[in-house]
């Protein structure tokens, strides 16, 4: 699970293997969300990125020997899934609030033929959290992008180039709680037709559920 927020719910959810949070704002992280998602998720590590870190710390201090924070280059396994955490910055929203520290999560399963390529059941998503500036060699051949498509900080014009730079095979919307559904419709139609030349593949996940990629 990667930033259970203000705006998420998590109620129910099980089987979970990390509970990963990219940055401290309260659509990514809400504390009170912690306990009992680790109390349903018994087996689950807990990483987040270490100004977030803190301020859970704070909020749970109970959640002190749970906590763990990672850091950019690391890399952390969860079974057959590798996450490789990114980044530095949280993208400006303007000169007025201040810019806290911000880590993308690319996450691989799969793994490596005996020459040290891809294997053919490899796969690469990356959620850039709340930064779209992010570049690294994981990225180069990226199968599924998580593409925030509205926040205070956002244009469509920055999200559309940061679809064309990464040039995904797919993407999926994320970060659209503040949109209604027509508003919704117009951003995603956006990064579909204009995200690379001939459009881009686009996965919405709304209501979904479990979804095999």
């Given at each position: 699970m990667i930033d259970p927020g203000g705006f998420s719910d998590v109620d129910g959810?099980?089987?979970?293997?990390?509970?990963?949070v990219t940055?401290?704002?309260?659509?990514?992280?809400?504390?009170?969300?912690?306990?009992?998602?680790?109390?349903?998720?018994?087996?689950?590590?807990?990483?987040?990125?270490?100004?977030?870190?803190?301020?859970?710390?704070?909020?749970?201090?109970?959640?002190?020997?749970?906590?763990?924070?990672m850091q950019s280059g690391q890399t952390l396994t969860f079974g057959a899934v590798t996450v490789t955490p990114v980044g530095k910055k949280h993208a400006l929203i303007h000169d007025y609030v201040p810019q806290p520290d911000n880590i993308g999560l690319i996450v691989t399963s799969g793994g490596n033929d005996a020459e040290g390529n891809n294997a053919d059941d490899?796969?690469?998503?990356?959620?850039?959290?709340?930064?779209?500036?992010?570049?690294?060699?994981?990225?180069?051949?990226?199968?599924?992008?998580?593409?925030?498509?509205?926040?205070?900080?956002a244009s469509i014009a920055g999200t559309v180039e940061f679809v064309r730079r990464l040039a995904p095979k797919r993407v999926v919307p994320i970060h659209d709680g503040l949109l209604n559904e027509p508003g919704r419709s117009m951003y995603i139609g956006h990064i579909q037709k204009f995200g690379a030349d001939g459009g881009v593949s686009v996965l919405d996940l709304r209501g979904q559920g479990p979804t095999e990629l």
């Open positions: 959810v099980r089987d979970l293997s990390a509970i990963l940055h401290t704002h309260p659509d990514h992280l809400d504390p009170s969300a912690i306990p009992p998602l680790l109390r349903d998720n018994p087996k689950a590590e807990l990483w987040l990125e270490s100004e977030a870190g803190d301020r859970l710390n704070s909020s749970e201090p109970q959640l002190g020997k749970n906590i763990q924070r490899t796969l690469t998503l990356f959620h850039p959290g709340d930064a779209l500036d992010v570049e690294h060699d994981l990225l180069n051949n990226l199968d599924v992008l998580c593409v925030p498509i509205n926040a205070p900080w």
